[in-house]
């Protein structure tokens, strides 16, 4: 038996397009273009919805909260111009099982509905935490909006790993904020920052009198937590001794003060982060692997800026915002050559070090313009120092006649470097360079690149 589609939008000419399109494909397709009128009788009878956000005077988004609350079920995919990470997370924590963002491609489309029929899993993406902005308008950052949202809609421990500095903490706020808990606190405790003696007593709590110094009875982190998150940053930085008592403690939820013999017992969703490879101390012997399954329930990978450009300038933008409002300064414009400098830098340091570098040249902006950031000049010479160590060991090995074949070489590592950083956008990589599209589809032949 044929699947039947139902699509809701208010745009007739997309419509049209997207029927023709999915009746290619073998579904039975109807469509709804004045989505004031009622629809139940049209939802009861699809086996999926595909809906808009922007309906005109109606919210595709209030329209899937408000099927869901009437007991309808059917998967939903939304699709919109306007794929923020409020946007997203909201879908899928209401059970969208996918979010695509217009333009996208009829592949993209016909994916999703197929990925649907039979498994009706998935979830998306964009928000405010807490008043600040989470950018995410990269195709990268999309995939965790929507993790986030399928995470923000059930109690499972997660994980969330990528390098310091990405904004793990924002994405675990992100989840908190979207979920039924979202009313009780979430606590955070940095692991890495408390001593290993003060570890157990500063989560689970102490009895008076429990060590010295311990004047009074005084409750943890997971009891600060109750109903609520606990978000446990730097996870892989926990000592061997501490692993098998947070182990215990996911298991089943309860714990004992330091110093008590009364067991308590918990209610409160993990959250944990780290910007270590957990799979590699797993396999060393240095985090213990049933810990580490337990954590991981859900893993979330956040990307370095490097793999998001897309996001580098409302990122600046947003921070030159801040700056104004915090720092009194009085920017409103980045200079296009240096947003394009930006799009390309490595950003080692991630939003932590972009934030910086904004922060600081906003405070020397004159005219009301952003024509410089101040990057980290220490890195900086550390990276050219480690290029020219290369050079002369390469030279000094092969000789000054093989100076050619090291400037090829060189350039077909820059080339892939590009491609990767700027996830193969061969206009950002021309720009980069400053070289014609021609030129450099001939460079990326002659080094094997050709993508």
Same mark, same amino acid.
């Given at each position: 038996?044929?699947?039947?589609?139902?699509?809701?939008?208010?745009?007739?000419?997309?419509?049209?397009?997207?029927?023709?399109?999915?009746?290619?494909?073998?579904?039975?397709? $109807?469509?709804?273009?004045?989505?004031?009128? $009622?629809?139940?009788?049209?939802?009861?009878?699809?086996?999926?919805? =595909?809906?808009?956000?922007?309906?005109?005077?109606? $919210?595709?988004?209030?329209? /899937?909260?408000?099927?869901?609350?009437?007991?309808?079920? %059917?998967? @939903?995919?939304?699709?919109?111009?306007?794929?923020?990470?409020?946007?997203?997370?909201?879908?899928?924590?209401?059970?969208?099982?996918?979010?695509?963002? *217009?333009?996208?491609? @009829?592949?993209?489309?016909?994916?999703?509905?197929?990925? $649907?029929?039979?498994?009706?899993?998935?979830?998306?993406?964009? /928000?405010?935490?807490? #008043?600040?902005?989470?950018?995410?308008?990269? +195709?990268?950052?999309?995939?965790?909006?929507?993790?986030?949202?399928?995470?923000?809609?059930?109690?499972?421990?997660?994980?969330?790993?990528?390098?310091?500095?990405?904004?793990?903490?924002? =994405?675990?706020?992100?989840?908190?904020?979207?979920? &039924?808990?979202?009313?009780?606190?979430?606590?955070?405790?940095?692991?890495?920052?408390? +001593?290993?003696?003060?570890?157990?007593?500063?989560?689970?709590?102490?009895?008076?009198?429990?060590?010295?110094?311990?004047?009074?009875?005084?409750? #943890?982190?997971?009891?600060?937590?109750?109903?609520?998150?606990?978000?446990? &940053?730097?996870?892989?930085?926990?000592?061997?001794?501490?692993?098998?008592?947070?182990?215990?403690?996911?298991?089943?939820?309860?714990?004992?003060?330091?110093?008590?013999?009364?067991?308590?017992?918990?209610?409160?969703?993990?959250?944990?982060?780290?910007?270590?490879?957990?799979?590699?101390?797993?396999?060393?012997?240095?985090?213990?692997? &049933?810990?580490?399954?337990?954590?991981?329930?859900?893993?979330?990978? =956040? +990307? +370095?800026?490097?793999?998001?450009?897309?996001?580098?300038?409302?990122?600046?933008?947003?921070?030159?915002?801040?700056?104004?409002?915090?720092?009194?300064?009085?920017?409103?414009?980045?200079?296009?050559?240096?947003?394009?400098?930006?799009?390309?830098?490595?950003?080692?340091?991630?939003?932590?070090?972009? *934030?910086? @570098?904004?922060?600081?040249?906003?405070?020397?902006?004159?005219?009301?313009?952003?024509?410089?950031?101040?990057?980290?000049?220490?890195? %900086?010479?550390?990276?050219?120092?480690? =290029?020219?160590?290369?050079?002369?060991?390469? /030279?000094?090995?092969?000789?000054?006649?093989?100076?050619?074949?090291?400037?090829?070489?060189?350039?077909?590592?820059?080339?892939?470097?590009?491609?990767?950083?700027?996830?193969?956008?061969?206009?950002?990589?021309?720009?980069?360079?400053?070289?014609?599209?021609?030129?450099? *589809?001939?460079?990326?032949?002659?080094?094997?690149?050709?993508?």
């Amino acid at each position: 038996m044929k699947q039947r589609i139902l699509v809701i939008d208010d745009n007739i000419e997309l419509v049209y397009a997207l029927r023709r399109t999915l009746e290619q494909e073998g579904y039975l397709v $109807s469509t709804v273009t004045e989505p004031t009128a $009622s629809i139940e009788p049209a939802v009861e009878a699809a086996d999926l919805l =595909i809906v808009d956000i922007n309906l005109g005077k109606a $919210s595709g988004l209030d329209m /899937l909260i408000a099927l869901r609350e009437q007991g309808y079920e %059917q998967p @939903v995919i939304i699709i919109t111009a306007h794929a923020t990470p409020h946007n997203v997370i909201t879908a899928t924590r209401h059970g969208a099982i996918d979010v695509l963002q *217009k333009p996208f491609e @009829v592949e993209q489309l016909v994916d999703a509905v197929n990925r $649907s029929f039979p498994s009706t899993d998935g979830n998306s993406l964009n /928000l405010a935490v807490d #008043g600040q902005p989470v950018i995410g308008t990269s +195709p990268n950052m999309l995939e965790v909006c929507k993790t986030a949202g399928l995470a923000s809609s059930n109690n499972l421990n997660v994980l969330l790993v990528g390098e310091t500095g990405v904004g793990k903490e924002v =994405i675990a706020k992100a989840i908190h904020q979207y979920s &039924d808990r979202a009313k009780q606190r979430m606590v955070a405790i940095n692991c890495s920052a408390i +001593p290993e003696s003060l570890l157990e007593a500063e989560l689970f709590g102490y009895a008076r009198g429990a060590f010295t110094g311990a004047a009074r009875e005084t409750p #943890g982190k997971i009891e600060a937590a109750e109903g609520g998150t606990l978000f446990l &940053d730097e996870i892989g930085d926990i000592p061997a001794p501490f692993q098998a008592k947070l182990l215990r403690f996911l298991e089943d939820q309860t714990f004992y003060r330091l110093g008590e013999t009364h067991l308590k017992q918990a209610d409160v969703r993990v959250v944990c982060a780290t910007n270590r490879n957990l799979d590699e101390m797993v396999s060393n012997g240095s985090f213990r692997d &049933d810990l580490y399954f337990r954590l991981s329930q859900l893993t979330i990978a =956040i +990307p +370095p800026v490097r793999e998001r450009k897309e996001d580098i300038k409302p990122l600046i933008e947003l921070f030159i915002h801040q700056a104004n409002n915090e720092l009194g300064c009085r920017v409103h414009r980045i200079d296009a050559e240096v947003l394009k400098a930006a799009q390309i830098h490595h950003w080692p340091g991630n939003i932590r070090e972009l *934030k910086n @570098v904004v922060f600081r040249a906003a405070l020397s902006a004159s005219n009301g313009v952003l024509s410089t950031l101040p990057y980290n000049s220490a890195q %900086q010479a550390n990276a050219n120092a480690g =290029i020219k160590e290369c050079v002369d060991r390469y /030279l000094e090995k092969e000789g000054t006649g093989s100076a050619t074949q090291l400037a090829q070489i060189f350039e077909a590592a820059l080339l892939a470097a590009l491609a990767r950083d700027l996830n193969g956008n061969k206009t950002y990589m021309c720009e980069a360079l400053n070289i014609s599209r021609n030129t450099l *589809k001939v460079r990326l032949k002659e080094h094997g690149l050709d993508f």
